[in-house]
């Protein structure tokens, strides 16, 4: 009985191995930094175009939408998780409320999310579902009137007809959790003016068909801009190019920033493999210019809670009773000269990520000495390496211990709130206030657990 012929017939033992490794050299050849690089600044040209045609100003979807946007020309950044798009897990994010988004849709009547994905599909699901949800839950949130606009959208090409009519089994469910955070709705409807509808767009588009939005239109259009091609509809014929060449750029890009690439990006291509991590580490040395620089934020409706990035702790301490410092390390003589100065001063030892969440959590409790602070009419700046996950997780921790119903500080009695909807509350001062806090789970569930002992 003869048997079909195997890769293992063809093949010894040794040779199969040697092409296994050939194959994976060639990969990791073509995800090379450089190939990313030029992967990111070609992408970046399309969505400069999009741009250009549609008139409309860009929003990235954080991290990687930032790598394809000249700092100069992002007007704002958003926080659409894919994971909110997945298949059976649906969702609309109470941490990650997006708010920002409206005013610039607001300003310009739209806007252009930009993000990417580098699994093969023409479109992530942050923006292909997860986006969309949101734009119907806050039409049906701010536009009662509006019943036109009260549909979901998703693209036909990428969403089928089941998963479509799922989805919209959960939007009631949807408003009514957005409703109960009690959000200043006057408020949003003033910053975004009219209800807002999707368009999608991707490499594979033909720009010459869309038109920029007139004041006349009754929507806002929020444009929903894949940066990266899928090679295996013909689109890209470059056998170095990159799909979603930004994806988990820690892992790739020897600590490169994406406002830094924009700045230094002719030099950077121009620049061989063998030496690019040498000039990234030259241009990361380069100062910080005094508009990277950004003011701490007040979080509203207290007038003495603020969240700041790490890099203010000495430009805005001499005005604060205390500071509360969230990162792995801190120079000493920060520390000591801010207690100088008779602040307290708190040291939150947590990294990022997973592992920061959990250091964050067995740090928390230090937060004990802010009753340290005697000022009848307190300020507190809370900063961080992350200011937008772990600096948002101790700021919520302590508008809930220290920190009543109508946002007055006070700091000689903690009182914290176990109630979980009145710290989701809380945590909505926070998002409202700042919309680029992106709390992940793992920092809300240490916080939690902080609050209720």
């Not at 806002?220 to 940066?227: E, H, I, M, S």
């Not at 700045?263 to 493999?273: D, M, P, Q």
Request: charged residues 25%; hydrophobic residues 40%; contains cysteine.
């Amino acid at each position: 009985m003869s048997h079909p012929l195997s890769e293992r017939d063809l093949l010894f033992p040794h040779a199969s191995t040697s092409l296994r490794d050939t194959l994976h050299t060639l990969k990791r050849s073509n995800l090379s930094i450089r190939n990313r690089l030029r992967s990111i600044a070609s992408d970046g040209a399309f969505v400069s175009r999009v741009a250009e045609s549609l008139r409309l100003p860009l929003v990235a979807n954080e991290r990687c939408g930032s790598w394809y946007m000249d700092a100069e020309g992002k007007a704002g950044s958003a926080y659409f998780k894919s994971t909110d798009g997945h298949f059976g897990e649906w969702g609309f994010s109470l941490r990650r409320l997006n708010l920002g988004v409206l005013g610039v849709v607001g300003g310009r009547g739209g806007c252009i999310i930009v993000d990417s994905t580098r699994r093969g599909k023409s479109m992530p699901d942050a923006l292909s579902k997860t986006v969309g949800i949101w734009i119907v839950v806050m039409n049906r949130l701010l536009f009662d009137d509006r019943p036109d606009s009260h549909e979901l959208l998703t693209p036909a090409e990428v969403v089928s007809d089941s998963e479509h009519a799922q989805i919209e089994e959960r939007l009631d469910r949807f408003v009514r959790e957005a409703r109960a955070l009690q959000l200043d709705l006057d408020d949003l409807r003033a910053r975004v003016k009219k209800p807002m509808r999707p368009v999608w767009v991707t490499p594979a588009t033909s720009l010459d068909e869309l038109e920029p939005p007139s004041e006349e239109d009754s929507f806002n259009t929020v444009v929903l801009c894949t940066a990266s091609s899928k090679p295996s509809v013909g689109v890209r014929d470059d056998p170095d190019y990159v799909q979603g060449a930004a994806d988990d750029h820690e892992a790739w890009s020897c600590g490169l920033t994406a406002p830094e690439f924009w700045r230094n990006k002719e030099v950077l291509l121009a620049t061989n493999e063998h030496d690019l991590p040498a000039k990234i580490a030259e241009v990361m040395q380069t100062p910080a210019r005094d508009g990277d620089v950004r003011p701490p934020v007040l979080i509203k409706p207290t007038a003495s809670v603020f969240i700041g990035d790490a890099a203010t702790v000495e430009q805005a301490s001499s005005t604060v009773a205390a500071v509360v410092y969230c990162g792995a390390k801190l120079d000493a003589n920060v520390g000591e000269s801010i207690e100088k100065r008779g602040a307290v001063f708190i040291h939150l030892s947590c990294t990022s990520g997973k592992n920061g969440s959990r250091q964050l959590r067995a740090s928390l409790p230090a937060l004990d000495d802010l009753q340290k602070v005697k000022d009848q009419e307190p300020k507190i700046l809370i900063v961080g390496e992350d200011s937008e996950d772990m600096a948002v997780g101790a700021a919520l921790a302590v508008i809930c211990s220290y920190v009543d119903e109508t946002g007055k500080l006070d700091c000689t009695n903690r009182r914290p709130v176990t109630n979980k909807v009145e710290i989701k509350k809380r945590l909505s001062w926070i998002i409202v206030s700042k919309p680029d806090a992106a709390p992940s789970r793992a920092t809300l569930q240490s916080v939690n657990s902080y609050l209720m002992g």
